[in-house]
């Protein structure tokens, strides 16, 4: 067994900080609301009738942005029990709009009166500007590029980014990054949530450029090989770019809900290679030994969102289903589509026990896809635990992924006046062990000596993997995940990530 862990990966996790989402699976204030002039136990049978709703706490943050997500309504009687449950799904929803650290609402009676009542919910904001700098490594992870690239000291990149979050108080968000090393690249990009008065419609829009001078071009044993421009012109040439691309995505979405959102995507993207590059792999764009690719897509995206936490969810259910088409007719460089689904579930058990499962299956056409645009298990979340190494390529695949875990223990800190900014002083921290099972299937239907796919160790059989592991969860629900696993092809490991695993 061999222990991949590294400086790198903690650095990357606190890196991790400032794109996350702001709300806290800690459990310290969550569930515990406060009634003012009246004990809880007289209430239990009651009814109480709703005078009004104030927000507190909002300095820049718009108060309609608040209470788009807020269910209750004044005016209107709720049985104590029932109203609970409301103030709670309530205070779940404001958080998940990622503006806040914290919500916590209060109960309060009128004066002189036995069932006429007031709800405060106090929020404190986030910190929402963060320039910072970017250092990191261009592989998936940690163990890719120790093990797969020998830690290759030219592999990383670095580069300045800027993220304004909540512009103008209406939870907007201008991103922008300039990046350097193993890959340039240069975005920029503005989300509007709500455009109309009703806060259903709102839109987008994500500009990117960037230049590579190595790129891998093949799957050998369902671990990616890589060309750079050095092994093509040799040591002695300045920096030689090999392919660049151009991204543009415009979409719109309709938030038809409190949980259900519609997403509109339309891409325009153009790829350029060197001809040198068809020595090595003459499908890496396309059949005819193409050096350039332009296509337009379109993407409807469904999403049903009930968990209570977005970053790592304890109670709830996920359902995202997408439809893409690859290929409009207006450049003829590819025709493709594919249909993906995930689905999960999270459901709190008795003893601070909590499980967890999630289903995600993909199907796509046709049979014969570039190299460029073939998808499969390996990046970001769509990865099975204990497969760190390897990118298993297919036009079909399906993946269960379960969790068991229990709470160890969830604490907050208050640093006080050593942390002037007041944002930061509150540091809640929680630890969940955890044993999982993941298993799947890949399917690649292209023969085993193709440009694509060379002698797949994982493609078209049953592959699994279990262990156990530790998460730890703090500041804006960032994740580290700390795992032991053993694969279908039985090799152990213990392996470092961030964000939940389902």
């Not at 929020?123 to 992870?141: G, H, M, Q, T």
């Not at 991103?175 to 109309?196: D, E």
């Not at 396309?286 to 690719?293: K, T």
């Not at 592959?463 to 580290?480: F, P, Q």
Request: aromatic share 16%; net charge positive.
């Amino acid at each position: 067994m061999i222990f991949k862990i590294s400086i790198f990966s903690v650095f990357a996790f606190t890196i991790f900080f400032h794109n996350a989402k702001s709300q806290v699976s800690v459990e310290t204030d969550l569930g515990k609301l406060e009634v003012i002039n009246k004990t809880k136990d007289s209430l239990q049978n009651q009814i109480l009738f709703i005078e009004s709703i104030e927000i507190r706490g909002n300095k820049k943050t718009k108060k309609r942005i608040i209470t788009r997500e807020i269910d209750l309504q004044s005016n209107v009687s709720y049985p104590f029990k029932e109203l609970k449950d409301l103030i709670k799904l309530d205070e779940n929803k404001i958080f998940n709009t990622g503006l806040f650290n914290s919500v916590r609402a209060e109960l309060e009676f009128i004066e002189g009166s036995k069932n006429h009542i007031k709800i405060i919910f106090f929020v404190e904001e986030r910190w929402y500007i963060w320039p910072s700098v970017i250092f990191k490594l261009a592989d998936r992870n940690f163990s890719d590029w120790l093990f797969n690239q020998n830690a290759a000291t030219d592999r990383f990149e670095y580069g300045f980014k800027f993220d304004q979050f909540n512009v103008r108080g209406l939870n907007e968000r201008l991103s922008a990054m300039a990046q350097f090393g193993f890959k340039r690249r240069f975005s920029f990009g503005y989300n509007i949530p709500y455009l109309n008065k009703n806060q259903t419609f709102g839109m987008g829009l994500v500009f990117s450029f960037s230049e590579l001078d190595q790129i891998d071009y093949t799957n050998v044993g369902n671990k990616r090989l890589f060309i750079d421009a050095d092994s093509i012109f040799g040591d002695d040439n300045e920096r030689q770019i090999i392919s660049n691309s151009l991204t543009s995505n415009l979409f719109f979405n309709y938030r038809e809900s409190y949980y259900n959102t519609h997403t509109m995507r339309l891409t325009y993207s153009r790829t350029t290679i060197l001809k040198e590059i068809l020595q090595f792999n003459e499908d890496y764009l396309g059949p005819n030994g193409d050096l350039e690719q332009d296509f337009l897509s379109l993407t409807y995206i469904f999403r049903r969102d009930f968990r209570d936490r977005n970053n790592y969810p304890l109670k709830g259910f996920l359902i995202d289903g997408r439809l893409s088409k690859i290929g409009l007719g207006i450049f003829r460089d590819i025709d493709q589509g594919s249909i993906q689904t995930l689905l999960a579930c999270y459901k709190p058990l008795k003893y601070n026990f909590n499980i967890a499962s999630s289903f995600t299956g993909y199907t796509s056409y046709p049979r014969f896809q570039p190299y460029n645009n073939m998808r499969g298990l390996g990046f970001a979340n769509n990865l099975l635990k204990g497969y760190e190494l390897y990118v298993i390529q297919g036009q079909h695949y399906a993946m269960n992924k379960t969790e068991l875990k229990k709470r160890l223990f969830s604490i907050e800190a208050n640093l006080g006046r050593m942390m002037p900014l007041k944002q930061f002083r509150k540091v809640p921290i929680a630890a969940y062990f955890k044993v999982f099972f993941d298993h799947g299937y890949v399917q690649n239907n292209l023969p085993e000596s193709s440009n694509t796919t060379v002698s797949p160790l994982l493609s078209n059989r049953y592959i699994y993997s279990y262990g156990a592991g530790l998460d730890i969860v703090t500041y804006y629900d960032a994740v580290l995940r700390l795992e032991y696993s053993i694969n279908a092809l039985n090799e152990p490991g213990f392996f470092i990530n961030v964000k939940s695993g389902i």
